[in-house]
């Protein structure tokens, strides 16, 4: 993985769609450092190598927010979210989907296997925007996730002693 921590990593095979979520990125100020993926064989070897580097070092770097697509080649989606929560290391990381897809069964399957939030993207520039400023806004700036680690935290012993 990078050495420079990455605070989204956008997994979007459209090069229009990328470059309109990178615009309004940048343009409100919401992310510096931006990983893009364009394809699910390239989304899962990255996550893979994140997973083993977060594995052997659980303090180390992981993106603040994934943004993904549903219908990407090689490898859908829906495939990558469920490496991403199946995995310690990267369950914690903020998946929101972004597709074009209104279909039941995707909303569903997504929630099933863990989505935090699930959009379907606008149609016009301004609302493309508009949209991906929120979302920025929310996951990134708002939100608080875990702290790194491996998410094991040790109990707190009761005060009293165990019941």
């Keep these: 993985m990078n050495k420079k921590t990455i605070e989204l990593l956008l997994i979007e095979d459209n090069p229009d769609d990328e470059e309109l979520a990178l615009l309004a990125m940048r343009k409100h100020n919401l992310v510096n450092e931006v990983h893009v993926l364009r394809d699910g064989a390239e989304a899962l070897e990255f996550l893979t190598r994140c997973s083993e580097q977060l594995t052997s070092d659980p303090a180390g770097s992981k993106p603040k927010l994934i943004l993904l697509d549903l ?91 165990p019941m």
């Design 71 to 161: 219908k990407l080649p090689k490898v859908g989606g829906l495939e990558i979210l469920r490496f991403i929560k199946e995995h310690p290391a990267l369950r914690t990381i903020p998946v929101v989907v972004l597709t074009s897809s209104r279909e039941d069964r995707d909303i569903i399957e997504s929630y099933e296997l863990g989505v935090n939030s699930y959009i379907v993207k606008p149609v016009t520039f301004e609302q493309v925007v508009e949209s991906v400023r929120q979302i920025g806004l929310y996951w990134l700036l708002l939100n608080r996730t875990p702290p790194p680690g491996d998410g094991h935290y040790p109990s707190t012993p009761h005060p009293q002693g």
